[in-house]
């Protein structure tokens, strides 16, 4: 499947949009998950979209900027590994390692030389503060926003126009000569996720909350494995049995997800009643205490 020029528009106009998205609205499609929905939207196959997307927003999952730091592109690699893998035929665990992650690791150096150039705004921007020129301060605002979307829009340009042949003579190695590699590569994609999760935890109060980690661990497992038994014995029903009605399911994430909500509003009502709890005793032996006066 060749990458049509209008599909090349899309996704260079949404790789632009994206940091923007990211930096002043906010509103989650500058998220991978997003990228890769979205490239897959346009590409005609969002499945593999939301697979990449999904493994890529995982694998990023404990990663946070804090102040002017930089991280990892994620989105710019997304939209690159989704579109290459669904023109190419290649396996979306080779495109996350193979291309979603060497991508979103070059664009931190773009991502340095977008906020220097930013810099050129900022300087005009504090002239027009000595001016009190506010619709200049908004201008050139504004105008910052064109070196952040360039060093994101122009690299996802030059990769869909000119990167097709590349990425399938490397295809093509992966899968032949070098198929050991390939493998390792859709293994090594595969385990990505699980790397996010890992620094998540490593920051997250675990061992202040540890009885909650292990409940939610072992309901979640029996869950799967209930649904999963029940998918599996209801499939056979319905090819022995043409007229049974009904419809197995595996273990939906809203599932999952609604079961870590509960456990952390009971973690977070425990907590706002043993702080109240301290701040009354606290009050309490304040009033309590004797003046100096009243002796």
Known sequence: MEIQFWQVILLTLYAGYQIWDELHINSSAGSAVFAGFFTGLVMGDMTTGLLIGGAMQLTILGVGTFGGASRIDANSGTVLATAFSIAVGMDPQQAIAALAVPVASLMIQLDVLARFANTFFAHRIDANIEDHNYKAIERNYLFGNISWMLSRALPVFLALSFGSGVV????????????????????????????????????????????????????????????????????????????????????????????????????????????????SSQKQSIEGEIEDDEL
């Open 168 to 279: 399938e003579s490397i295809v093509s190695v992966l899968n032949n000569q070098l198929a050991w590699l390939g493998t390792g590569l859709t293994v090594a994609g595969a385990v990505l996720p699980a790397v996010g999760f890992a620094i998540l935890l490593r920051y997250l109060p675990v061992k202040k909350h540890f009885p909650y980690l292990i409940l939610g661990f072992v309901i979640t497992t029996i869950l799967a494995t209930v649904f999963t038994n029940v998918q599996t014995i209801g499939g056979g029903l319905m090819e022995l049995v043409p007229d049974l009605e009904g419809t197995f399911n595996s273990l939906p994430m809203l599932t999952v997800a609604l079961i870590g909500f509960a456990l952390a509003v009971i973690s977070y009502k425990n907590n706002s009643q043993y702080k109240n709890t301290n701040i």
